[in-house]
Nanobody
Framework: QVQLVESGGGLVQAGDSLRLSCAAS????????MGWFRQAPGEEREFVAD????????VYGDSVKGRFTISRDNAKNTVYLEMNSLKPEDTAVYYC????????????WGQGTQVTVSS
């Protein structure tokens, strides 16, 4: 099992920056990848970004490319999501998730952290 705990959400103004953290514990493998998703009220869950524990290769959703950066600190088993130039449409609950190698199915999820961007 893998446990994931997000933190860093809050209320910010449009144009501000915010950094989310996801602390992972349990049976973490270097072959795993970590992802960030978000879900706004009444909307489907949206892929935000993904990063491999080993090597650090990244993938981003189209709506956040150039504004958000995913990174990881292997020593701390923590993944970050740096969000810049925030827009009101970025308002959502942000979730951290983990998947094994060779699959894009995320098996482990955190409880989510709310990000609200006011105009």
């Amino acid at each position: 099992q893998v446990q994931l705990v997000e933190s860093g959400g809050g209320l910010v103004q449009a144009g501000d920056s915010l950094r989310l953290s996801c602390a992972a514990s349990g049976r973490i493998s270097s072959s795993m990848s970590m992802g960030w998703f978000r879900q706004a009220p009444g909307e489907e869950r949206e892929f935000v970004a993904d990063i491999r524990w080993s090597g650090g290769s990244t993938v981003y959703g189209d709506s956040v490319k150039g504004r958000f950066t995913i990174s990881r600190d292997n020593a701390k088993n923590t993944v970050y999501l740096e969000m810049n130039s925030l827009k009101p449409e970025d308002t959502a609950v942000y979730y951290c998730a983990a998947r094994g190698s060779g699959s894009w199915r995320y098996d482990y999820w955190g409880q989510g952290t709310q990000v609200t961007v006011s105009s």
